[in-house]
Structure formats: C-alpha cells, structure tokens
C-alpha cells in the first residue's frame, strides 16, 4: 500500500532560520502531494500541493518541489516565524478517495 | 461562509457510553472522512464515504460506526466496544473523485472518557 515518512520532531529552530522538513513517500503510480500545516487545537489547513513530477507547490514563503526520481516532496521556506510554529504533515493521494498521511513533524520556532 | 463544522469542541463522556460526534458541511463535496488523531501518531483513518448512503472502514473502523444519509452529514458514533476512545477526532469532506484535490477539515472534537 501507499506510504508516507517524514522527519520526525520536534524540530526548534530561531526565528528567521531556513527550514526543511524531509518526506518521502511510496505508491503506486504517480499520486497528488500535499502539505498541511496544523496549530494547537485546530484541524487541519492545506499549505501547498503538487500534482505531478517536477511541479512545485508554494504558497506563504513555503515551497516543495514533487521528486518522482527520489519519492520526495520536501517543504523548506527561506526564513520562519514564530507564527509558523505548528504541526506539518505530509500527505499523498493515489485516487479512490483515500489520503495517506505522515506522522506529523512539530515545528517550534524560537524568537 | 462555506465550510466543516464539528461539534461540540469538546465532549466528556463515562466509560460504556455510547456518544456521537456531528460533522456538517456545505461545501457539495461528495467525500467524507474521519480521523483520529493521537499525541505523536498523526491521523488514522477510521471511515470513509464517497456518496451518500455508502460508507467504507478505514484502517481503525472497529468500536465506531457511521451514517451517511445526507450529502451535508457523517456523524461518528464511538461506541463502548472502542477500547481507547480518548482521542482528538477530525472530520474532512473533499470534492469528486480526483487524486489532485484536497481535504477540508473541521476543527475537530476533543472526546475525553472519564
């Protein structure tokens, strides 16, 4: 089946550092790539997506660039926040209405 | 102002009660979702429908159940036969059957089982 990795957290980083966070993912066929960004006690918001090889997602300084030679769709932005600190997940979609996610990755960013 | 409501936020309930959990949108989207989300675990999938009066289990669907009657609404019951029900729980509903389209999510119920 489908299967989504990500970094695991929590990753701290001081406010105007360069972020990545690494995902990778197995499926079959080429599957749509998202990025959702959760803060406390809410639900779940759609950060930026890629629906085929090479496109790149971008979206409030955050980018990922869908890797089909290395299953990858690692999200970076040049320089976080304090309001970027949440829970990031990584997402795939092969159709038939089934999402798989990532396990989440807790981004703490410091003043 | 279109969207996914949940409610309540936040729901207390005792041991060997049953309890259900509402999810409404009005979006039209055709699927529906429930997730469970735990501390450290991300989201499970506990059920699923594309239309109404179809539903699928997820990967967790024992101890919960679900109705689809209508487009608008997918509520979850957690039921006594759920052997750790104390969880966040986060409905999405998602447009058509295209793999390029994303999730709406509530704001999702916090059940706690005292």
């Known amino acids: 089946g489908n299967s989504v990795t990500q970094m695991e957290g929590p990753v701290t980083l001081s406010e105007e550092a360069f972020l990545t966070i690494n995902c990778t993912y197995t499926a079959t066929g080429y599957p749509s790539l998202f990025w959702y960004v959760q803060y406390p006690g809410e639900g779940l918001q759609l950060l930026l997506k890629a629906t085929k090889a090479d496109d790149k997602g971008s979206n409030k300084g955050f980018e990922a660039t869908y890797r089909k030679e290395t299953t990858s769709f690692h999200l970076e932005k040049g320089s976080v926040q304090v309001s970027d600190s949440a829970v990031y997940f990584c997402?795939?979609?092969?159709?038939?209405?089934?999402?798989?996610f990532g396990t989440g990755t807790k981004l703490q960013v410091i003043p | 102002d279109g969207g996914i409501t949940q409610s309540p936020k936040y729901l207390f309930r005792k041991e060997g009660q049953n309890v259900t959990l509402s999810c409404e949108q009005n979006?039209?989207?055709?699927?529906m979702y429930w997730y469970r989300q735990d501390p450290g675990q991300g989201l499970r999938l506990i059920y699923y429908?594309?239309?109404?009066?179809?539903?699928q289990k997820g990967d967790i669907a024992e101890g919960y159940s679900v109705s689809r009657e209508k487009k608008e609404s997918f509520p979850l019951t957690v039921t006594s036969a759920q052997k750790n029900p104390t969880a966040f729980y986060l409905c999405?509903?998602?447009?058509?059957?295209?793999?390029?389209?994303?999730?709406?999510f509530g704001p999702g119920t916090r059940l706690t089982v005292l």
């Open positions: 429908s594309q239309i109404v009066n179809d539903f």
């Open positions: 999405a509903s998602r447009p058509g059957q295209g793999a390029d389209n994303e999730q709406f």
């Open positions: 979006l039209n989207h055709d699927a």
């Open positions: 997402a795939s979609s092969g159709g038939y209405q089934k999402v798989t």
